[in-house]
């Protein structure tokens, strides 16, 4: 199994990025991919899922009406739309993927992806 990140980059405060996680070795369709970062000195945080059976995303408060999760299952990739990018969004930032819904990744279970990705780095400018 691979996951494949890319699209980061350094951006100033207001723009945006999207970020591509490829999926390679499993059946894209039966899982939920995720994405995670972590900012320097703090620990990792689930930004955003989306269950690629049918298509449900998910995002924590803090990103909503920002940054939009979507997926292309003929392309078996994940996307990240991130807009009005902000410091406080500078982080690695890594997909990856669960056999189970998004809601057991995220607050209050917190339960472990099986499969991570490397990571791609976003730097957020003021």
């Known amino acids: 199994v691979q996951l494949v990140e890319s699209g980061g980059g350094v951006v100033h405060s207001g723009e945006s990025l999207k970020l591509s996680c490829v999926v390679s070795?499993?059946?894209?369709?039966?899982?939920?991919i995720g994405w995670f970062r972590q900012a320097p000195g703090k620990d990792r945080e689930g930004i955003s899922c989306i269950n690629t059976s049918n298509d449900t995303p998910y995002s924590i408060d803090s990103v909503k009406g920002r940054f939009t999760v979507s997926s292309d299952n003929a392309k078996t990739t994940v996307y990240l739309q991130m807009d009005n990018l902000q410091p406080e969004d500078t982080g690695i930032y890594r997909c990856a993927a669960g056999f189970g819904a998004c809601s057991w990744y995220f607050s209050p279970y917190y339960s472990e992806m099986d499969y991570w990705g490397a990571g791609t780095q976003v730097t957020v400018i003021a």
């Open positions: 070795g499993l059946a894209f369709g039966s899982h939920s």
